[in-house]
């Protein structure tokens, strides 16, 4: 009797290592690219030796060393200030703004955005630096 060879069926199997290979590389692009980001503004904050911990800021009054100022990444003139953050800190639990200035940003425009946040209703002012330990 004669060996007929039967025929072998095709493999259902899915081949997994290309699919692996390209979430690797997704996962490789996107940790790359994302440390790459630049931030919007390139401040320079006053440092500090001494440091507390605060909760995630709710509104962010930032100012550069120009003196431009931006409400929550917004920009806005320093006199529309104090009527764009009434609303925001009413309707805040809190009622405190953050302030992050430039260190070299002019000693008046820190001044005016703390009138701004008083006259808004805010009840306090935090102010963003970088953390620097003392030499001793």
């Known amino acids: 009797m004669d060996h007929i060879p039967r025929q072998r069926r095709p493999s259902l199997a899915i081949e997994l290592s290309p699919l692996i290979d390209c979430v690797f590389l997704l996962l490789i692009f996107f940790m790359l690219s994302s440390t790459m980001l630049a931030p919007a503004i390139d401040l320079d904050l006053p440092d500090a030796a001494i440091a507390s ?68 209703g805010a009840k306090h002012v935090d102010v963003a630096h970088d953390y620097v330990e003392e030499s001793r």
């Open 53 to 120: 911990e605060v909760q995630s800021p709710e509104m962010v009054v930032t100012v550069d060393r120009q003196g431009q100022v931006l409400l929550n990444g917004r920009k806005l003139d320093l006199e529309e200030l104090s009527e764009r953050l009434a609303p925001l800190v009413s309707g805040s639990r809190r009622k405190v703004v953050t302030y992050r200035g430039d260190a070299r940003s002019d000693h008046a425009t820190f001044v005016r955005v703390l009138e701004a946040a008083r006259s808004a």
